[in-house]
Every structure is written in C-alpha cells, then in structure tokens.
Nanobody
Framework: QVQLVESGGGSVQPGGSLKLSCSTS????????MAWYRQAPGKQRELVAS???????TYADDVKGRFTASRGNTKNALYLDMNSLKPEDTAVYYC?????????????WGRGTQVTVSS
C-alpha cells in the first residue's frame, strides 16, 4: 500500500500564498495521475488540479491563474503553489494518486492538510 503524505497547509490572510507538497512513500514506476482535491465544511470534495504522467495539467475554473500544480523530477511528488488566496479557498486539501493503466489499477489518498484563509 502506497502512502501519500501532504504538508504545507496553514493559515494565511486573504491575498497571501501557500505551497502544498505531497510525496509518495514508495516510488511508483507505472504511469499515474496525481491530483489535489479539497473539501470545505458542509461541501463535497472537489477537484482542484491534476497533473498527468505526461505533465498535462487541468485546473478547476475558480483556481485558474492563481494556483499552479507541478510534479517533481521523479514524478513521485506533487506540489501546489497557491497565490491570491481567498476565504473560499479554505478547506482540507487532499492529495490523490490514480493509475492511468487499466492493467495496474490503484487509487491512493492522503490524509489531508488544512488550509485556512482568513483575516
């Protein structure tokens, strides 16, 4: 079982920045997508950004231009640079790793890291 460990959450004022990191406990060599999800109190978990093995990335509309997701050189780490943070970005942010291969399916989740944007 692969573990995902998130770090970098915290409290920041509106307009501030944070950088989240996610690392895997073991090296995965099969192609897989890594993604950030978030869940605010009383709301469903939603996709924030994803980065495929190829490097292609997608973003939720409300974070485009403010957040940047990237993977480390070994592709076994995921980062999220969050700028111009808003109170509505407050949530628990979860890291996800999902296989891109039907021959080797997996779907791992981290425990989450809290991000609070408040004045």
């Amino acid at each position: 079982q692969v573990q995902l460990v998130e770090s970098g959450g915290g409290s920041v004022q509106p307009g501030g920045s944070l950088k989240l990191s996610c690392s895997t406990s073991t090296i995965i060599v099969n192609p897989y997508t890594m993604a950030w999800y978030r869940q605010a109190p009383g709301k469903q978990r939603e996709l924030v950004a994803s980065v495929r093995w190829s490097g292609d990335s997608t973003y939720a509309d409300d974070v485009k231009g403010r957040f940047t997701a990237s993977r480390g050189n070994t592709k076994n780490a995921l980062y999220l640079d969050m700028n111009s943070l808003k109170p509505e970005d407050t949530a628990v942010y979860y890291c996800n790793a999902e296989s891109e291969s039907a021959a080797n399916r997996f779907d791992f989740w981290g425990r989450g890291t809290q991000v609070t944007v408040s004045s």
